[in-house]
């Protein structure tokens, strides 16, 4: 009954098949080009593609799909491949890759109604430049901009540095095109704001990490672009202070705020001492850094910092922060901004890595953050955690770097532990193990701890319902 | 297979046991007590009611709805009862109705983390009356504030007059706790801002109008407090230039723009004639007036105003504005919202009316109106529609009132015939015969205009999973 990799003989005959349902490049059955859909870009998940299926348009997928689906074939779609969860590549088993890099069609910018509609293979950066020429602005920004692609942005529901302004991704699209398990086209682009006509079916799809259906095309909300922005630093001494900054910003910046970002001591020393031109604006070491940025208008900008200022002053004079830098240039903010987003590449560059995506109750972070440094310290000694993240949104990130000198390999075994330790505490919180990541095939054990039984069954009766067969992305994200 | 009404003598039986699953006052059955769960406010819609289930909580909803879907007896799901679309109201054939109206705890207040949870029955003046005790604001509002349900709100996925800014209340809900129609209770409750792990469940809820599980619960999004407000009346000759005044406004006060709003002459000139105290602050009448308002902070009012006259300044210099006022006072800024919100009113006082709630691509809006009109005069002589709305969104409210002297028993049979010459145009332009209202028993034979026989076929494959004896709310939504 459901979907399995044919016998070798069978594949040829299946991949002749394939073929003829799409042009000439758009199958892909030479070893020499499988590695690149095979593993995720960390190295960390690999598996075997029986052939890469790269069609040009949705009814081409919708071809490749009926065809899969009467045949059994299980199927990975993959959009850019930059996920951190191993949800966009096939098993060791073997299953067809299902790539939309050739589906980089922008079909309409909508200047009047500041929408986009687009395939699922473009790349964000490149959709952020078709906004900007309009004059507008795709919320979405992402480190992986470069790479990852629209598809996967909405199949993971990608949150990204603007969350707190402007939502998800789920937020922001206004239609979507999927090709179901079977073939079936839904065709549910549209660029109206409101629509309620019957079930919202394109929500289930987005997050839904390519199990339910294909996503081929959507249309997304555009904005005014951001003329100006101010971006401070504050140092602060307990966790609490940051809640006091957090709130008075924004109750300050309402409606412009875009990022409130959590930066722990140790992981601005890291930053500051691994990569060139990087440091911190404090001459004292500082529990936390606190990055705030504020978007506003062009004529405002000027304002704007000033009343940043304010703010931050009050919060000196009340005794909540102990040091604060404020950008009086693109290039100071930047380097600010460096502090943050420069974390993951800091870890990288320092020993191998385990890493968490997990987001709670503001106010718990604080005590998360405590009782995660004294779990660890149970698992293994010497184990060194940095803590950075969305703060504003209750998202942190949590990287748990080897002891000095232990390799990669000697570290794998100390992911199962490590795992056990921090998702039991984010139980015990009623956090959540994946903020903005997702689960693909890294977390699919754990699901249970943040999902009801009633949950996940509800779960696989969607799946059963959409894909029966079960050729989509299997033994993907249900447990 | 399918839920039906059972006989007399069943019912006695039912009865019994149900009031077994309740306490005393959960369980009406006095047909004194029926008229206001069996009809709709309007008047338009009536059923029978075999009887009204009103549970204190989530627990007992969970009893009656296993004991009703084993009996495969039909229920209709009621909050506050305000829709427009007779949603909420059984049919003549008879069901059970399940009120949630004693279900009216607000469970929690995070003031921290800004999010509230509450019950489905708290009435959304309470609601937003416990954000503002915590400082804090609700986003959604709506006319029927007094009456309408936070079940209602969700069922409905209700928009309101801050949806440009804020969104539906989709984009507010942050966890949900919904009772299965077999009595498996998802308890889906979360202020986590940021969490994806599997499928987003609650999405599934929202608006689906009750018939894919009963909202007992919610997390909700809460904002800053808006402290100050600008707001201005402007009148444009054509819509281009309405257009031209939304692109200024939304380049100007991005993230504060709270609603951008439309309203033709005759709306202006209806509501003036027939209110008392109303009237329009231009001397010359003009083809629509366009109702801004922006939300900023209280420091800020003066110089937000002093931005929004400036803005107005040059788009009467560019001619695209041809009159304009600006609230001084709030009493001012009452007074214009007044000539928007005292439509629906004034449309009461003066004729027998059929409503109509659209949405288009908002470069639209214009060659609608003027189709419409043409449409209208073929359909019968002397129909008299007003046009206002939400234009930000692309949503148009049309209210078609009966020819003079026409009597409303009369205007029933022009229903069908003017449904179909303004959805056949919504049609044409690829609108939304629903935009905030939803489908109800009013629509459901025009949802086919609106959704593609592939995604009628998925909504009904959902409703067959989650609903399979279709219990709930039978005979709405879908064709």
Redesign the interface.
Known sequence: MFARPPSAAELDRHLDALQGLVDTAGLLTDPADMPRYERDWMGKFHGRALGVIRPRDTAAVARVLAYLNAHRLPVVPQAGNTGLVGGSVPDAAGAFVLSVERMTRIRAV?A???SITLDAGVVLESAQEAARRAGLMLALDLGSKGSCRIGGNIS??A?GLK?L?Y??I??QVLGLEVV?ADG?????L????????????K??F???EGT?GVVTAATLKL??A?AGRAVAMVAVDRFDDA?AVL?AV???F???LNSVELIGADAVALVAGTLPGARSPFALAHTYAVLIEV?S?DADAVAERGRLEEAIGALIEAGRVADAAIAQSDAQAEGLWRLREGVPEAVAHTAPVHKYDL?????DIGRFIADCDLALARVAKGLRPVYFG?V????VHVNVMAPPGMQASGYQALQGPIDDAIFDLVAQY??????????GQV?RAY?DR???T???A??R??KA??DPNGVLNPHR??P
Chains 1, 2 share one sequence.
């Open positions: 909508d009047v109604g500041a993971t529901n949150g969350v302004r939502g998800h789920r937020e179901l079936t086209v839904l065709d549910g549209s660029s109206l704001r409101k629509n309620n006509t019957g079930y919202d079916l929500q289930m987005i997050g839904a339910l904005f005014p951001e809640l709130a924004r109750r300050g309402p409606g412009r978007g208008d987001t709670f109750a503001v106010g969305h504003a949104d209750g998202n009623r956090g959540s193990i994946s903020a903005e990541h997702g689960i977390k699901l943040n999902r009801s009633a949950e996940i509800t779960m009766a969607l319902m959409l994200l249900l």
